[in-house]
């Protein structure tokens, strides 16, 4: 049974950080691209940041650039999102995503991920 568990999230001041994480499981993790997506009610799911299996390729949509660093653990099955100097513009429930494969444009796609988390919500105050 494949299992993608979020955690971290929580609410802040603009200009703190949090570091979500996401536990995989129940499928080859290290096989797949892992990508953090987030959503706010009314608006469409807009990725945030993807990573390729072995790492080497990384992917940041332009409005986290700078701020947010993805990384992952092979040998743990875990997804991380570290985020710095939040915003309020970054309140949203953070999901994480596996797919067979990536690229840039996959943060435009969440319909080409396989298997999702239920999510975290992050709340950054003004």
Known sequence: ?????E???GSVQAGGSLRLSCAASGYTYSSYWMSWFRQTPGKEREGV???SPGGGAIYYDDSVKGRFTISRDNAKNTLYLEMNSLKP???AMY???AAAAGSSWFLRRPDLNRYWGQGTQV???S
Request: charged share 10%; proline share 0%; glycine share 10%.
């Open 89 to 91: 513009e970054d309140t």
């Open 1 to 5: 049974q494949v299992q993608l568990v």
């Open 123 to 125: 709340t950054v105050s």
């Open 7 to 9: 955690s971290g999230g």
């Open 95 to 97: 999901y994480c995503a």
């Open 49 to 51: 940041a993807a990573i």
